[in-house]
Nanobody, 121 residues
Framework: QVQLVESGGGLVQAGGSLRLSCAASGTIFFINLMGWYRQAPGKQRELVATITSGANTNYADSVKGRFTISRDNAKNTVYLQMDSLKPEDTAAYYC???????????????WGQGTQVTVSS
């Protein structure tokens, strides 16, 4: 089994910062892509940022210049540093990983359980 466990969410005032972490555990051979998505009440889940094993990153336009994604391949962990937070960043944030559980297996996608981020105005 593979688990993704997120931490670091909470309540912060507008302009503040939070750092999310997501650690993958279990039988893992290689993690290709890791990322963060978010879902606000009544809205669809949307991409926030992704990062490849080679540290190539991709960001949603709404968070560019404010959020930074990084990863520690040795720890199978991805981080999301969120600065200059806005009330519209309020959402449940979900970690995502596309990984291989064995050398000969196909890739599989896993999700974390989500962590709530609330930004007050």
């Amino acid at each position: 089994q593979v688990q993704l466990v997120e931490s670091g969410g909470g309540l912060v005032q507008a302009g503040g910062s939070l750092r999310l972490s997501c650690a993958a555990s279990g039988t893992i051979f290689f993690i290709n892509l890791m990322g963060w998505y978010r879902q606000a009440p009544g809205k669809q889940r949307e991409l926030v940022a992704t990062i490849t094993s080679g540290a190539n990153t991709n960001y949603a336009d709404s968070v560019k210049g404010r959020f930074t994604i990084s990863r520690d391949n040795a720890k199978n962990t991805v981080y999301l540093q969120m600065d200059s937070l806005k009330p519209e960043d309020t959402a449940a944030y979900y970690c995502n990983a596309n990984l291989f559980r064995a050398y000969s297996s196909g890739s599989q996608e896993y999700w974390g359980q989500g962590t709530q981020v609330t930004v007050s105005s």
